[in-house]
């Protein structure tokens, strides 16, 4: 099992910036992907972000490509999520997920392990 646990999430202005933190414990070495997504209220959860677990690959959603930026440090098992020029849609619960899947499409179910979730509000 693995296990996931965010934190950074918060509330902020239109064009504010924040960072998330997904910290992995558990059968980590067996990890493939790691993601975030997000659910607004409403609305599907959708995969926003996703880096390798070789760090070697990112994958980007079309809406936040240029203004969030995803990392890893490895030695700490844990993986960023930079979030700048926020906009009053980003707002949503962002979620951290991993997966031992190499070839995904980042739907929500070909992730297996999912953190418990973080609040994100931009306000206009």
């Known amino acids: 099992q693995v296990q996931l646990v965010e934190s950074g999430g918060g509330s902020v202005q239109a064009g504010g910036s924040l960072r998330l933190s997904c910290a992995a414990s558990?059968?980590?070495?067996?990890?493939?992907?790691i993601a975030w997504f997000r659910q607004a209220p409403g609305k599907k959860r959708q995969g926003v972000a996703g880096?390798?677990?070789?760090?070697?690959?990112?994958y980007y959603e079309n809406s936040v490509r240029g203004r969030f930026t995803i990392s890893q440090d490895s030695a700490k098992n844990t993986v960023y999520l930079q979030m700048n020029n926020l906009k009053p849609e980003d707002t949503a619960i962002y979620y951290c997920?991993?997966?031992?899947?190499?070839?995904?499409?980042?739907?929500?179910?070909?992730?297996?392990?999912w953190g418990q979730g973080t609040q994100v509000t931009v306000s206009s």
């Open positions: 997920a991993a997966t031992r899947l190499r070839l995904l499409t980042y739907a929500p179910d070909e992730f297996n392990f």
């Open positions: 880096i390798a677990a070789n760090g070697h690959n990112t």
């Open positions: 558990g059968a980590t070495s067996r990890i493939a992907y």
